[in-house]
């Protein structure tokens, strides 16, 4: 016996073309599952006053697929920008031959200046800067053997 119920719903031909349309989206091959999927999508956001856990599902999914999204783009960012931070880098150490105990006293300043500004640094502050280093300041001693 079947147990499936038959029901005539009326409805304006623009509705009924988009559903059309938006079969596969819907990931279903008829008008008729296309409505009971949509029926049972209603019906479970009706009853999300008493059952939170579903809808939850529905937007951590979003929020995963958005934070993937996300977190591609910064990583291909990241990476562009450590391109162009090493042939930079590579720039002025094929153009200066700097001594280490320079180079380590620079890192220290640097990475102190990086965590005391959480990053945000401009090349106006690094002119007004103060005689950070040692007696390795290349950049305030006009630039001699280093």
């Known amino acids: 016996m079947d147990n499936n119920y038959t029901l005539t719903v009326r409805m304006d031909k623009k509705i009924r073309d988009e559903m059309q349309e938006r079969l596969g989206e819907a990931h279903v091959r008829s008008l ?7 029926i049972d999508f209603y ?22 697929s958005e934070m993937k999204n ?8 990241i990476f562009k920008m450590a391109v162009q931070i090493t042939m930079l880098t590579q ?3 094929d153009d200066h031959n700097f001594h ?5 006293e620079l890192y220290r ?7 005391s ?4 640094i401009s090349l106006e502050d690094m002119q007004q800067r103060e ?7 290349y950049f305030n001693s006009g630039g001699g053997d280093y």
């Open 32 to 38: 008729n599952a296309f409505v009971l999927k949509a």
């Open 43 to 64: 019906l479970g956001y009706l009853r999300q006053g008493k059952n939170l856990n579903y809808i939850s599902p529905i937007l951590a999914s979003s929020i995963k």
């Open 91 to 93: 720039v002025v150490a």
């Open 131 to 137: 005689n950070v280093y040692t007696d390795y300041d």
């Open 109 to 115: 300043w640097s990475a102190e200046k990086v965590a």
């Open 70 to 77: 996300s977190e591609q783009n910064m990583s291909e960012i």
């Open 100 to 104: 280490s105990e320079y180079l380590e």
């Open 117 to 120: 500004t959480n990053g945000i």
